[in-house]
């Protein structure tokens, strides 16, 4: 006979049933981790070759076959490497949504890459640049923030910004402030040593950073900083980013990267969770 404890017990049972089947459902999706994807779509458009970056390829194949399925991308380039074609074919489902500007330059942004998901896989290691503020007088976002705020905590000292981000019309930067993550710093008042010990903190942090000299292009010295992973970036700035991965300088020249060396070149998430 069923009493009022066994009734009790009998719902209970089924509660927790419900609550185990939704998260195992859930799980049975393939994983797109977007911290890999991102790092993907940075530097593979910026290869010599096709090579997979390191961890990227089975949440690469997970977008690409998306994509192939809303005919935006040819099987032939469904192949874990998030070149060109692949960034073309994300900038086209982007504008397919309705985006335009920043939020089209076939980066993938979390609702988009959720969107595009939807039934087919499930995102982990989500990424966001966050709201966007004024401070000290430029805009940036908050995870620029906060890790402007580490390497500063790391100098022990602040540092003075004289252009931030989400700006446009300077020339001389080349569309690389257009978007979110990118930051200028005065050096007037580092000296030669120490401006290298804040390109390496910044570095430590997650930024793709350097020294740039009056020699290099139209502007005084100055610290050229990109927050790596930064899915608010402007196309000139995820080439940069790109490019500080494959150990090169960010100037359209390509040189060989003029920096400290720090390694491993990790992100700011992935600083948090090592740090």
Not at 40 to 59: N, V
Not at 118 to 130: A, E, K
Not at 178 to 200: C, K
């Amino acid at each position: 006979m069923l009493t009022r404890r066994n009734l009790l017990l009998t719902a209970a049972a089924a509660t927790a049933s419900v609550a185990v089947a939704g998260p195992t459902a859930q799980a049975a999706l393939p994983q797109v981790n977007m911290e890999a994807l991102i790092k993907a779509a940075q530097i593979d458009p910026r290869r010599a070759d096709t090579a997979i970056t390191t961890g990227s390829r089975d949440s690469v194949l997970q977008v690409e076959r998306a994509l192939q399925a809303r005919g935006l991308l040819a099987a032939t380039y469904v192949d874990g490497h998030f070149g060109t074609s692949t960034i073309s074919a994300y900038a086209a489902y982007q504008r397919s949504l309705g985006y335009s500007g920043l939020d089209a330059t076939g980066l993938p942004g979390l609702t988009s890459l959720r969107l595009l998901g939807d039934q087919r896989y499930m995102v982990t290691l989500p990424l966001s640049p966050g709201s966007t503020v004024a401070y000290r007088g430029v805009t940036v976002n908050t995870r620029t923030r906060a890790m402007l705020l580490e390497a500063e905590r790391l100098l022990g000292r602040q540092l003075t910004l004289t252009q931030g981000s989400y700006t446009s019309g300077n020339s001389s930067s080349a569309g690389t402030h257009d978007g979110g993550g990118a930051l200028d710093i005065s050096v007037t008042d580092l000296s030669t040593t120490y401006r290298t010990t804040v390109v390496g903190r910044l570095r430590r942090v997650g930024f793709a950073a350097w020294l740039r000299t009056p020699s290099q292009g139209d502007w005084p010295y100055h610290i050229h900083a990109i927050a790596l992973a930064d899915t608010d970036q402007s196309a000139a700035a995820q080439h940069q980013a790109g490019d500080y991965y494959l150990g090169l300088n960010g100037l359209a020249n390509r040189a060989a990267d003029d920096g400290p060396v720090v390694t491993p070149k990790l992100t700011w998430e992935e600083y948090q969770r090592t740090s």
